[in-house]
């Protein structure tokens, strides 16, 4: 029972222009949201986050996006730079039932094109 | 100085053998995961410790053993390691009293078994 999906595996996008990554969720429960990046032989790192109280968050070139009613995320990268290459995944944890436990998507790789 | 540092990086061992991958923080942080990243790239939560604790127990074969001597070190033990044991574990830390949900991962160690 996959509760995120990320449905692109990969996207491809010139350098300067806008990447958005998606992410959808099926738990109502859910009520905190992060974005993982991920280059290889890395571990994940922590890029950004958004609780269910808000629907927009922005660190730099960097926003989240949270619709709740659609169950529905997306990760704004303005504009790309070709640093920015990497996997990045989407998580979710319902902080009131089970705390710090995350589950997160299979990843979206970006690739930006100088 | 790497924030959280996990020991082999890479494991190639046979079916039926016990292995061991250690893990190890110095942020100072009360909470320690073990996340098991599969050849779908799922990357799933098998345990969570808090100050020594077990505190989340995913549905994990009794042959996976996790042991926290104390909270900066949380070490995974596998007994009678079976083909599908192969994936890359990722250990992690956070924070529990700032509960940003912010995980810090190590780079994840690599194992194969034939």
């Known amino acids: 029972d996959q509760q995120v999906k990320q449905n692109s595996p990969s996207l491809s996008v010139q350098e300067g222009r806008i990447s958005i990554l998606n992410c959808d969720y099926t738990?109502?429960?859910?009520?905190?949201f992060l974005w993982y990046k991920k280059y290889p032989a890395e571990g994940p790192t922590f890029l950004i986050s958004?609780?269910?109280?808000?629907d927009k968050n922005e660190d730099g070139r960097f926003t989240v996006f949270l619709n709740k009613s659609a169950k529905h995320l997306s990760l704004h990268i303005v504009p790309s730079q070709p640093g920015d290459s990497a996997v990045y995944f989407c998580a979710a944890s319902s902080r009131k039932s089970s705390g710090d436990k995350l589950t997160f998507g299979t990843g979206t790789r970006l690739a930006v094109r100088p | 100085d790497t924030a959280v540092s996990q020991t082999p990086k890479y494991l190639v061992t046979q079916m039926g053998n016990d292995k061991s991958i250690k893990c190890e923080q110095n942020?100072?942080?009360?909470?320690m995961y073990w996340y098991k990243q599969d050849s779908k790239k799922f990357l799933k939560i098998m345990f969570s410790y808090n100050n020594k604790e077990l505190i989340i127990n995913e549905t994990v074969p009794n042959r996976f053993s996790p042991k926290s001597p104390d909270k900066a070190h949380l070490n995974l033990h596998i007994n009678s390691l079976e083909l599908g044991d192969s994936a890359v574990y990722f250990c992690?830390?956070?924070?529990?009293?700032?509960?940003?949900?912010?995980?810090?991962f190590g780079e994840g160690s690599r194992l194969t078994v034939l």
């Open positions: 738990n109502s429960m859910f009520d905190y």
């Open positions: 942020l100072g942080h009360d909470t």
């Open positions: 958004i609780s269910s109280i808000k």
């Open positions: 992690a830390s956070s924070s529990h009293t700032g509960n940003t949900g912010e995980l810090f």
